[in-house]
């Protein structure tokens, strides 16, 4: 499967597994809500190994995040799926994981 990294939160270090593809887009909306001093909640689907469900995390720029990858190269970034997840981030349930949308060849 793909290079699985993970998204380290808090003292407590809660940390959950992404791939590394999803944790730098995450990086980007992140950290541009953070840096203008939002907080607000970040949802997504746990993977079945995890046993499914859905998990929620306040996300506060007093809090440590730390965004680990497992490869060494940063991925290509998707415009359309920032634009999708910023859009989200400013949402009033904030922001929700969505699945990447299909890349277009002509891109």
């Known amino acids: 499967g793909p290079p699985m990294g993970s998204l380290i939160y808090g003292s407590s270090s809660i940390e959950v597994p992404f791939e590394?593809?999803?944790?730098?887009?995450?990086?980007v909306v992140?950290?541009?809500?953070?840096?203008?001093?939002?907080?607000?909640?970040?949802?997504?689907?746990?993977?079945?190994?995890?046993?499914?469900?859905?998990?929620s995390v306040w996300l506060d720029s007093s809090i440590p995040l730390y965004f680990r990858y497992h490869g060494s190269r940063p991925p290509a970034l998707n415009k359309a799926?920032?634009?999708?997840?910023?859009?989200s981030a400013g949402?009033?349930?904030?922001l929700v994981l969505v699945?990447?949308?299909?890349r277009s060849e002509s891109a």
């Open 20 to 27: 590394d593809r999803v944790l730098a887009h995450l990086q």
């Open 99 to 102: 699945d990447e949308p299909a």
């Open 91 to 94: 949402s009033n349930q904030g």
């Open 30 to 55: 992140l950290s541009a809500k953070l840096r203008r001093g939002e907080s607000f909640f970040f949802s997504w689907f746990d993977d079945e190994s995890a046993g499914g469900g859905r998990s």
């Open 81 to 87: 799926w920032l634009e999708e997840l910023a859009i």
